[in-house]
């Protein structure tokens, strides 16, 4: 078995096993309310679901179930498209602001205070590898992670 495939089999084992839940809380994070709550946060104008739909990478229906959550806690507001009454917007509110800022704050918390833990020499090859990493899949085909950090505060 080559390095590769080594690499590849322990990858696969770390996500089945008890650091599986890991990944699994990262994967499900990044397709749910918080992205969502985070791009209407930084587009600085309505999105329609469609939009959303797109950049999360999740059906329709996924997202018309987030935007029903987020809704029913008054971060976001459904209207029709003035322009065009076949479009739906969505809209942030101001509580949506407030608690895409505090989820950020919080998850940029856990990053730190395990970057703090790996060390600045063990964070930095971590973060290098990381975007090798995301390189190469790129160049596989795969689809590209958003440009820049997941989160920026406004």
């Known amino acids: 078995m080559t390095f590769a495939e080594d690499a590849t089999d322990e990858m696969f084992a770390m996500a089945m096993n008890s650091h599986g839940k890991t990944f699994e809380k990262v994967n499900r994070g990044s397709r749910g309310e918080h992205p969502a709550l985070h791009m209407l946060a930084m587009s600085g104008e309505p999105l329609t679901p469609g939009r959303i739909s797109d950049a999360l990478g999740v059906s329709p229906g996924r997202v018309s179930a987030i ?11 459904r209207e029709t498209d003035p322009s065009n009454r076949r479009n739906v917007l969505v809209t942030i509110t101001d509580d949506g602001r407030e608690q895409e800022r505090r989820l950020f704050e919080e998850i940029r918390s856990r990053f ?3 970057f ?38 406004p």
């Open 116 to 153: 703090e833990h790996m060390g600045e020499e063990h964070t930095r090859q971590f973060i290098e590898r990381c975007k090798e990493f995301g390189m190469y899949m790129r160049d596989e085909g795969l689809p590209a992670p958003p440009v820049g950090p997941p989160c920026k505060t």
């Open 112 to 114: 730190i205070h395990v």
């Open 67 to 77: 935007l029903d959550r987020l809704e029913k806690k008054g971060l976001v507001v």
